[in-house]
């Protein structure tokens, strides 16, 4: 099935996407009833998602359905929220000024790497990370059990940890990450040397996991303070390098999973090794 698809009533409803032989693509549009209808675009490959949004837009348009919703899970150019150097663009600017001149009459969107997305779209919905989070806790606990802390990865996620924290009743503790500023790369974790860590379960929480060696180096340091498991909690799962980098870690778990490097399968699959 496709990655964009539109709910009208609760139903799905399928789009069909016709390739040329340039590469660009027309749309067919489902029946449809006049009235709201939702489209859902979960993002795999940025730019041809992009312009398939586009044409499904302008193709609900013409058909005479104008209370178009957009949910759109994961914001692709998120992490690009400003001009980072001279003669470099400013991705996320482009991207939000495309939702906004399509006129959605509402945008979903889940748990935003970066607050200056939020505030460059109009008529946004957020689903915060501890609201994704209880979307997924029964599946979580009863795989890792009740009994569990949460670590915040780095500065960055703690806000964001802290509402889990609360939201689950659980023990917040904070890790660290050092990075070298002339590269950007994460060079170092660290976590404190804490009382309470040794024989618990630790999962970690955090927004996004893309190659994921440094959420590997976390658990590393956790594991070196004698903890029982350490699992992974992210809202979105790209995992650009598969799972080998995360074999160190006992259950993954992913609210919205970009399928271009990894399923759904593959992430039950890893689950049930142990």
Do not use: W
């Amino acid at each position: 099935m496709n990655n964009i698809y539109l709910i009208q009533n609760g139903d799905r409803k399928e789009i069909k996407f016709v390739s040329f032989s340039d590469g660009a693509e027309n749309c067919v549009l489902p029946e449809l009833f006049l009235g709201n209808v939702r489209l859902v675009v979960k993002v795999e490959d940025c730019t041809k998602d992009i312009m398939r949004m586009l044409i499904v837009k302008e193709a609900l348009n013409a058909a005479g359905v104008s209370d178009v919703h957009l949910s759109l899970p994961y914001i692709p150019n998120a992490r690009c929220d400003r001009r980072f150097n001279e003669n470099e663009s400013f991705p996320l600017k482009v991207f939000t000024k495309l939702i906004n001149d399509c006129n959605f009459a509402k945008v979903t969107v889940c748990d935003s790497h970066s607050d200056t997305a939020i505030a460059l779209l109009d008529r946004v919905e957020v689903i915060t990370q501890e609201q994704g989070f209880s979307i997924m806790r029964a599946k979580i606990e009863k795989s890792i059990g009740t009994d569990y802390i949460i670590c915040a990865p780095d500065l960055g996620a703690t806000k964001k940890a802290e509402k889990v924290a609360f939201t689950a009743g659980k023990q917040l503790i904070q890790a660290y990450k050092h990075r070298d500023l002339s590269t950007g790369q994460i060079v170092s974790t660290y976590v404190p040397i804490d009382p309470i860590l040794p024989g618990k379960d630790v999962l970690i929480v955090d927004d996004i996991c893309d190659g994921g060696a440094t959420f590997a180096y976390l658990a590393e340091e956790l594991f070196n303070q004698n903890v029982n498991s350490v699992s992974l909690y992210v809202t979105h799962g790209i995992f650009a390098k598969g799972l080998e980098p995360l074999l160190n870690f006992n259950k993954i778990f992913v609210l919205h999973l970009n399928e271009r490097y990894i399923n759904e399968r593959g992430i039950q699959l890893f689950n049930e090794r142990q």
